[in-house]
């Protein structure tokens, strides 16, 4: 396949990290919708296309503000093959945000998983080789990992496996060194740690990084792909199964109840604001012509503030002012224990790093209204 040089196809070259015509998938969710904001913030003029699934859109979109009235939208899905390709007329470079998120209800919902998630990314990798796109950041996630990094004591850094569900209904909740049996202490888990999804959502999410990595080695393309940590803050989707732990949290708050945690509530995560996703977004969009042509790059992409899922919950809810959490025990096969990152190569290689605090991103959160 012949290689092609940064431009767009039927435009100039582009070398400037402000002007770019950017084609954000999922440009009218929860992330989207913020990338698009901060793109047009930077000068660029992003085009947005987006299906517009219950799951993720449980209630009617609303009307955008100001600033995006303007922006191109096409209502369609990205396994459309030819509205993806009139999507792309003109575009510099593609954010690619969208797809199906969270643990969803059962196993049930994988063909939906990845006819979203792989089928789509296929669809739009193809059409981006047939029209010379040459750029692409990537929506990963943490998820890709599995559990994070622990330490044994006797035998350093070791890799547990899956929890049993004999451990899990019994209440032991931590995962044990697989040699000797003894407690692990959790640490930051690095991009070059080895792979390991856990669940279909997370094996989607891996699947996605390799198609991209293909059409890059296989067109001279540049991608990023920022594996997300939890993200939050205002425009989460509520009241549907497929959203992250704080849109759960926030929705029971608004209905006057106690946020339920599942196991102890003393799961590790990394609560990043949608803020500082979007500009990661817009930083390593202006960071891909300087990338080696036919390579992807992850980042991970947190606020390098590790926090328990009990504690985000007791944090939210003061700041709401409603009922305490409550643990339940309860536990779902899928979910892993800890899972924490090292945002150091995002910050060393293109100077992103999160801005919003944990308490004051909580506390906005809790005043402001979700979808």
């Not at 998630?117 to 029209?131: C, E, Q, S």
């Not at 004591?153 to 697989?178: D, M, Q």
């Not at 709401?320 to 995002?346: F, K, M, N």
Request: include cysteine; proline fraction near 9%.
């Amino acid at each position: 396949m012949t290689r092609r040089p940064w431009r767009a196809p039927d435009g100039p070259a582009a070398p400037s990290v402000t002007g770019m015509r950017v084609l954000v998938t999922g440009g009218a969710g929860f992330i989207g919708s913020q990338i698009v904001e901060t793109l047009l913030a930077g000068g660029h003029e992003p085009v947005v296309l987006d299906a517009l699934l219950p799951s993720a859109h449980p209630e009617p979109p609303r009307k955008p503000p100001a600033t995006r009235a303007a922006v191109p939208r096409i209502v369609a899905d990205v396994r459309d093959r030819a509205a993806v390709d009139a999507a792309l007329r003109g575009v510099h470079a593609v954010c690619h945000q969208a797809a199906m998120v969270g643990l969803g209800k059962d196993f049930a919902d994988a063909p939906d998983y990845v006819g979203c998630n792989d089928l789509g990314t296929a669809v739009l990798l193809a059409a981006m080789a047939a029209a010379g796109v040459p750029g692409l950041v990537l929506a990963g996630s943490m998820v890709v990992y599995g559990e994070g990094r622990y330490d044994c004591p006797a035998h350093g850094t070791v890799r547990p496996g899956p929890r049993a569900e004999t451990a899990l209904a019994a209440g032991r909740f931590e995962p044990r060194c697989p040699r000797c049996g003894a407690e692990l202490r959790p640490g930051l888990v690095g991009e070059d740690a080895p792979t390991d999804p856990r669940n279909v959502y997370a094996a989607t999410k891996l699947a996605q990084e390799h198609l991209a990595a293909s059409w890059a080695r296989a067109t001279g393309g540049r991608v990023l792909a920022l594996r997300y940590h939890n993200v939050y803050g205002p425009g989460m989707p509520r009241d549907t199964p497929y959203a992250g732990v704080a849109s759960f949290f926030r929705s029971a708050l608004a209905r006057g109840e106690a946020p339920t945690l599942y196991e102890d509530g003393g799961q590790r995560r990394d609560f990043i604001h949608v803020r500082d996703v979007a500009a990661a977004n817009a930083v390593a969009l202006a960071a891909l012509p300087d990338r080696p042509a036919g390579t992807l790059t992850a980042y991970n992409t947190g606020s390098g503030e590790p926090h328990t899922v009990g504690e985000m919950a007791r944090t939210l809810a003061t700041a709401y002012g409603g009922p305490p959490p409550v643990v339940t025990g309860e536990y779902r096969l899928g979910d892993v224990r800890h899972i924490t990152a090292s945002s150091q190569r995002i910050a060393a290689d293109l100077g992103w790093r999160a801005a919003t605090g944990f308490a004051d991103g909580m506390a906005e959160f809790a005043r402001e209204e979700m979808r």
